[in-house]
């Protein structure tokens, strides 16, 4: 059980736990009106679902801190949907499915180390590295002549990502992504 926290210590990035289930708040806006009790507005984010929803609360609420555990691992393989990964500190392997990883998917490959988050021992999604390196499978050639500023086409990356880069990258180069916005970044 984690600790008791007072709407007053609420802040963005805090995580709850409400009806049994952890949150995240997303954003966060304390406001006084002339006479009565402070309001604490709250955009929350469950993160098992990733639903998210607004929920205004007062300074006399109370609240349970998530019972949320952070622990570094390593991607082993996919088979069929699920992903399997090892805990580092453990050796413990871990199955998560394409729902719960999201977008996540499009960035794993073999050995990859993430950040895994257990709720009650339960494991409910990863953070990735800010930025992976990824292989180009199929990339269409780039048109002569089609050299206007800014010019982009489709590649298709190891991981069957597909997305637009410049036309000078060519099949078989390896390519540096921001799996935060999922854009290319640089030729590597």
């Known amino acids: 059980m ?3 926290i007072n709407a007053g ?5 805090l995580k709850l736990e409400i009806d049994g289930e952890p949150y995240l708040i997303v954003d966060f806006e304390f406001t006084k009106p002339g006479k009565g009790q402070a309001l604490y507005r709250c955009r929350l984010k469950n993160l098992i679902t990733g639903i998210q929803f607004d929920r205004t609360y007062r300074s006399g609420d109370r609240f349970v801190e998530a019972d949320i555990e ?3 691992a390593e991607y082993l393989y996919k088979e069929g949907k699920q992903y399997h990964f090892m805990v580092t500190s453990t050796y413990e392997q871990v199955e998560m499915s394409t729902d719960q990883l999201g977008d996540a998917v499009n960035y794993l490959t073999e050995n990859l ?3 895994m988050l257990f709720f009650k021992d339960r494991p409910i ?7 992976v390196n990824l292989r180009v499978i199929h990339a269409e050639p780039g ?7 800014g010019a982009t086409k489709p590649v298709v990356l ?5 997305l637009q880069v410049p036309l000078f990258v060519e099949e078989g180069d390896i390519l540096k992504i921001d799996t935060r916005t999922g854009s290319y970044v640089e030729r590597v």
């Open 113 to 115: 180390k993430v950040s």
């Open 9 to 13: 210590d609420l802040r963005k990035g």
């Open 143 to 149: 048109v002569k002549g089609d050299t206007a500023s």
């Open 125 to 131: 999604g990863i953070t990735l590295p800010n930025f």
């Open 158 to 162: 190891e991981t069957g990502y597909e």
């Open 2 to 4: 984690g600790a008791v």
């Open 70 to 72: 952070e622990k570094e």
